[in-house]
């Protein structure tokens, strides 16, 4: 068990920062402007929250990127309180316990709740870059997320899992910041800027 909810405060932390003109804005996500990386936060919040509860439904069965996420005008209202709520749901320690399931997987509890930390993580760090904004997770969260992608680029670990969650690994100083490596691990650049 770890807390999510230094990486969910951090993400809600951006969300006064979001001006409307930026929600057109590209992200480190190819598909997604800001807009569609808040709706799939939306989503993903509610999904993990739920699995964390284990109330299986059409919050944790709809598999992810079926569509493009289409964000609700009420999102400023509705992802605080869902960040909130996921992270008051994985501090019981039932929601690491026997399996779960999210996206249409069942996975175990622990494992949901790690993937849960790196989606919040992640996507603050492209929300942040593409807005212009600071961003500083904590390092327990960063360490939890460093510790799940770094297999994904052993290169001794052959097949799909080399490419990654989000793309293949970009290779990162080992010196780099560990913010920087988790970025790099994920698939993104750790230097990338809107308009590149």
Not at 69 to 77: G, K, M, Q
Request: net charge negative; aromatic share 6%.
């Amino acid at each position: 068990m770890f807390d999510l909810g230094p990486a969910c405060r951090e993400v809600a932390g951006l969300l006064g920062g979001i001006t409307d003109d930026q929600l057109t804005r590209p992200t480190p996500c190819p598909d997604y402007a800001v807009r569609e990386v808040l709706a799939h936060l939306v989503g993903l919040t509610a999904g993990f929250r739920d699995a964390a509860r284990k109330e299986l439904g059409p919050t944790t069965d709809t598999a992810p990127n079926t569509t493009l996420p289409v964000l609700d005008t009420d999102w400023r209202e509705v992802l605080p309180r869902q960040l909130d709520e996921l992270a008051t749901a994985w501090r019981s320690p039932a929601a690491w316990e026997g399996f779960t399931r999210i996206g249409g997987v069942d996975l175990p509890g622990a494992v949901a709740g790690i993937v849960a930390l790196n989606e919040v993580q992640l996507h603050g760090w492209d929300l942040a870059r593409s807005t212009g904004q600071s961003y500083g997770p904590d390092e327990a969260s960063l360490r939890a997320s460093y510790a799940m992608l770094a297999p994904m680029a052993d290169p001794d670990n052959p097949g799909p899992a080399q490419e990654g969650l989000f793309g293949p690994p970009v290779p990162t100083p080992e010196d780099a910041p560990l913010l920087d490596r988790v970025v790099g691990l994920s698939g993104r650049r750790p230097d990338w800027r809107p308009g590149e």
